[in-house]
């Protein structure tokens, strides 16, 4: 490690931009509650409930002391596998595991083969608590969740934030939170009667090690991040973070003291792009309007660190890209409208939020899709997971292993199959270890009790089922939609296409003159042209034709 120097110390941004679900956390799940489980897993070690949490002990935990539905503690345990599973062979065996069960009990089976790290799990069930709704918050200031008003024009200010993006809420979520989880994670001895600390109690190793889930750092500004227990345990800190050779622990007030006053902003966080990131000229300047594009990404890329890429603003235009900058990225595509946006690189994460009339082309997002307060937008995308809240007249078509999550305020939801595909999508998808199979983009789980009306959503019908063409050349193998259509909708097109060939072959037999020929030429070719004004297919098109040379280009 680097010679001796200041430790700064911040909280990852991951773990909350992914992890933590976008919807008030069950009252269960509160600090009184996670102590208990706590304590009741360490009592049960042997059984499978620590130092690893199997599946089984956290579904009995879950639904018989929690009592937490049986869909939603699969949704938190996987949630977090996923988030601790990063590597893509694994994701796929897993998938192909997954795909391979015939009947529920096989797949109960199969997820009961599962383990998650027991400390980290109590922290991520912790953080859930992000975004937790107070009455005071709720008085004050705009009401979460809530059937929502038209989102405000692009030139407007943002009405409330996202925590899930913003990392100072997140820095603030750990400062004041900080004695509770340090307590969560503490054997049993160490804590009093209360289930509180003691000035004498102490931290484990393993305990430190778990809460690297949440802080990483560097020393000396320098390049390279380590996680919190590496940190923790250089030599030239255990003065101030009370680490002892002998206990082979750390004093807990000077653990918590240590770390409060080393915690800074995140460099690779949101809060850093935004205030000095590297400007992308991606997009175009829209003639006759004052909204500028802005696009950004980190100026500081680490290998440790996913990097992240914000874009607003994109107006009116075709923006397209498959670039390394996107690579592994965590998107956030931000007040966005009119517009035909093309990511074809493989994804970690994408947030939409408060975009409308717009199309949204992703290459494999090997987290989350998260759409937010959006009107009338279509996405079509290869995920692990979609979740969406406070949308209006929106269509996802997916390709997905796990059930789309409808949180709270949607209205007028479409699923459909995926239905493209561009040449380097299967490579795409294996980079991000993602499948064809299993497939749930057919049945997507109402989260909130807000959302428990089924009417919210509901499956495209084949008849309006078109497939979508994505107009770029580019290397690779990929020539079809991965995995196929379902039997409905590839039923729909072919008749579709049967009823074409007819029509064709009337018109070819019909006999008509080379002037009649001509006169039925231009009315189809109005008739066309009028389509494409009335379905905005227009617009598309011509945002397809390069700009001129000389003409104007966002600079950011």
């Not at 997820?111 to 709720?138: A, C, E, G, H, P």
């Not at 994109?314 to 931000?334: E, F, M, N, P």
């Not at 072919?494 to 009823?499: A, C, L, N, P, Y």
Request: hydrophobic residues 40%; charged residues 20%.
């Amino acid at each position: 490690m680097e010679a001796a120097g200041p430790v700064s110390l911040w909280v990852k941004t991951e773990p909350f931009l992914v992890g933590a679900l976008r919807a008030p956390p069950p009252a269960k799940l509160g600090r009184h509650y996670l102590r208990k489980m706590a304590a009741y897993a360490r009592a049960r070690a042997a059984e499978g409930c620590f130092p690893r949490l199997a599946w089984p002990r956290w579904r009995h935990i879950a639904c018989g002391k929690l009592q937490l539905g049986r869909g939603l503690a699969w949704l938190y345990f996987e949630l977090f596998d996923s988030l601790a599973r990063r590597d893509p062979p694994r994701r796929l065996e897993w998938a192909e595991a997954e795909a391979a069960c015939g009947s529920a009990d096989e797949l109960e089976r199969e997820r009961s083969k599962l383990s998650v790290d027991t400390l980290q799990f109590l922290l991520f069930l912790y953080i859930q608590q992000l975004n937790k709704v107070s009455l005071r918050t709720s008085l004050i200031g705009e009401e979460w969740p809530s059937p929502r008003t038209k989102s405000p024009n692009l030139t407007g200010k943002a009405a409330s934030q996202n925590k899930n993006w913003n990392d100072q809420d997140h820095q603030a979520f750990v400062q004041s939170h900080l004695s509770d989880m340090l307590e969560l994670l503490l054997e049993p001895d160490q804590l009093t009667a209360s289930s509180h600390s003691a000035h004498s109690s102490l931290v484990s190793y393993e305990a430190v090690r778990a809460l690297s889930f949440l802080i990483e750092g560097t020393v000396n500004k320098s390049r390279t991040v380590h996680p919190l227990h590496e940190l923790a345990l250089w030599q030239p800190f255990h003065g101030k973070n009370g680490y002892s050779k002998i206990s082979k622990a750390f004093s807990f007030t000077k653990l918590e003291s240590w770390i409060r006053s080393c915690l800074t902003t995140n460099p690779f966080g949101m809060t850093a792009c935004l205030k000095s990131g590297k400007k992308l000229a991606w997009a175009q300047q829209v003639e006759g309007t004052t909204r500028k594009a802005k696009i950004a990404c980190n100026t500081r890329v680490v290998p440790e660190v996913f990097p992240m890429v914000v874009m607003s603003q994109v107006y009116k235009q075709t923006l397209a890209k498959s670039s390394d900058t996107l690579v592994g990225a965590h998107v956030r595509i931000h007040r966005c409208s009119e517009s035909f946006i093309y990511l074809l690189s493989p994804l970690r994460s994408v947030t939409i939020e408060k975009c409308r009339n717009s199309t949204f082309v992703l290459g494999p997002v090997q987290t989350s899709i998260h759409v937010h307060s959006c009107d009338n937008v279509k996405v079509i995308a290869v995920c692990h997971r979609l979740s969406l809240s406070s949308t209006t007249g929106c269509t996802f078509h997916i390709l997905t292993p796990t059930q789309p999550l409808i949180l709270s305020g949607n209205q007028a939801v479409s699923f459909a199959p995926f239905h493209t595909h561009y040449p380097m999508l299967e490579d795409h998808m294996a980079q991000v270890g993602l499948a064809t199979l299993p497939n749930y983009w057919d049945s997507p789980m109402l989260v909130c009790k807000e959302s428990s009306d089924t009417s919210v959503f509901r499956l495209l019908p084949p008849l309006e089922f078109y497939t979508f063409v994505i107009p770029f050349e580019m290397e690779g193998d990929t020539t079809e939609t991965p995995g196929g259509l379902p039997h409905a909708y590839q039923k729909a097109l072919s008749q579709r296409e049967q009823k074409v060939q007819i029509w064709q072959k009337t018109v070819k037999e019909a006999g008509l003159t080379k002037h009649q020929r001509k006169q039925f030429q231009m009315l189809v070719e109005n008739k066309f042209y009028e389509w494409l004004v009335q379905t905005g297919n227009r617009q598309q098109l011509d945002s397809l034709v390069p700009p001129a040379i000389g003409s104007k280009q966002a600079a950011g």
